[in-house]
Nanobody
Framework: QVQVVESGGGLVQPGGSLRLSCAAS????????MGWYRQAPGRQRELVAF???????NYGSSVKGRFTISRDDAKNTVFLQMNSLKPEDTAVYYC?????????WGQGTQVTVSS
């Protein structure tokens, strides 16, 4: 069974940093496109970033230059380093991949940016 489990969310002040983790089981993260999405209350889920098996990185326009996606193949885990956080980054963050025609989502981790 393929699963992805997010962790690392929390409450942080504006300008602060957090690192989210996405631990995968049942797949090898280095051979699948792995992504981070987020959903704020009353808004649609949006792409934050993804990393491809070749290491190509792509970011949503609102996080470019502040967030960094990376992968630790030994830990089979994908990370999202979030710097210079803003109140508008407040959302539930989800890890995502595609496997055997199915879209796999984690349960999400809450990130709240507030003073």
């Amino acid at each position: 069974q393929v699963q992805v489990v997010e962790s690392g969310g929390g409450l942080v002040q504006p300008g602060g940093s957090l690192r989210l983790s996405c631990a995968a089981s049942g797949i090898i993260v280095s051979i699948y496109r792995m992504g981070w999405y987020r959903q704020a209350p009353g808004r649609q889920r949006e792409l934050v970033a993804f990393i491809t098996p070749s290491g190509f990185l792509n970011y949503g326009s609102s996080v470019k230059g502040r967030f960094t996606i990376s992968r630790d193949d030994a830990k089979n885990t994908v990370f999202l380093q979030m710097n210079s956080l803003k109140p508008e980054d407040t959302a539930v963050y989800y890890c995502n991949t595609e496997y055997a025609g199915d879209t796999i989502w984690g349960q999400g981790t809450q990130v709240t940016v507030s003073s």
